[in-house]
């Protein structure tokens, strides 16, 4: 067993486990990497996957995950008899499913990791957003494919983040600041100017700011939807 971090807005939801692992793990006194990277040993990978889901007190020996490209495509887990190494193959960010008996995740360092729950439907997406994945809008396409795929109503979601890089130490220059300064004229909220050619980004607030819209434009969306079938 190792400690988990827990997402308190997720913690009130009795039908969803989750967790965020630390970055290290200890073994017979031994102080380990956990999930140390995608292109890590398979065989460690498996060691490590099994550990944290005996730590979540999950029987299932198996993580459904995807490879992760910094884009944003959301891969959508329908067949529970797929193989994982199919899952895995898929190149996506985020993964969205209503099968409650096949465990998602996505790996970040210093990427913020997002869980979206949905309590009306039973419904669970999970997403991988770092700075790229976040410019291109990948929480929000996690939000919009859950009311597509699952008719879940945006307003019923409930979205959390683990822990993240902050803007106390994420550090740009102004090619990789512009797209946030040009996306909101609120940015000031989210990037800081230290210097001529030095900014700083909060990437969990900048997520937290595209979550809010998101949901506000899928729940239009989805209320055109609802209105068309009346």
Excluded at 59 to 71: A, D, M, N, S
Aim: charged residues 25%; contains cysteine; hydrophobic residues 40%.
């Amino acid at each position: 067993m190792t400690a988990l971090f827990f997402i308190d807005v997720l913690k009130k939801q009795p039908s969803l486990v989750h967790g965020t692992s630390p970055r290290c793990h200890v073994i017979n006194g031994v102080r380990k990497p956990l999930f140390c990277s995608e292109k890590s040993d398979e065989k460690l990978l498996l060691e490590d996957q099994n550990f944290f889901l005996h730590s979540l007190e999950i029987g299932k020996k198996v993580l459904f995950r995807v490879t992760q490209v910094h884009g944003n495509h959301v891969y959508v887990l329908k067949d529970s008899g797929i193989p994982v190494s199919e899952v895995g193959r898929c190149e996506a960010d985020a993964i969205i499913t209503h099968i409650p008996d096949c465990p998602i995740v996505v790996l970040t360092a210093d990427c913020v990791p997002i869980i979206i729950y949905d309590p009306i439907k039973h419904v669970v997406g999970v997403v991988h957003a770092g700075r790229l994945g976040t410019q291109k809008r990948i929480l929000a396409n996690t939000v919009e494919a859950l009311s597509r795929e699952y008719d879940s109503n945006p307003k019923d979601l409930i979205v959390g983040m683990g822990p993240a890089i902050r803007g106390c130490c994420y550090e740009l220059d102004e090619s990789c600041a512009l797209p946030f300064i040009k996306k909101s004229p609120l940015c000031s909220e989210f990037i800081n100017q230290t210097g001529e050619n030095k900014f700083f980004l909060d990437l969990p607030k900048v997520n937290q700011f595209e979550g809010y819209e998101a949901k506000r434009l899928a729940w239009h969306e989805y209320f055109r939807r609802t209105q068309e079938c009346m």
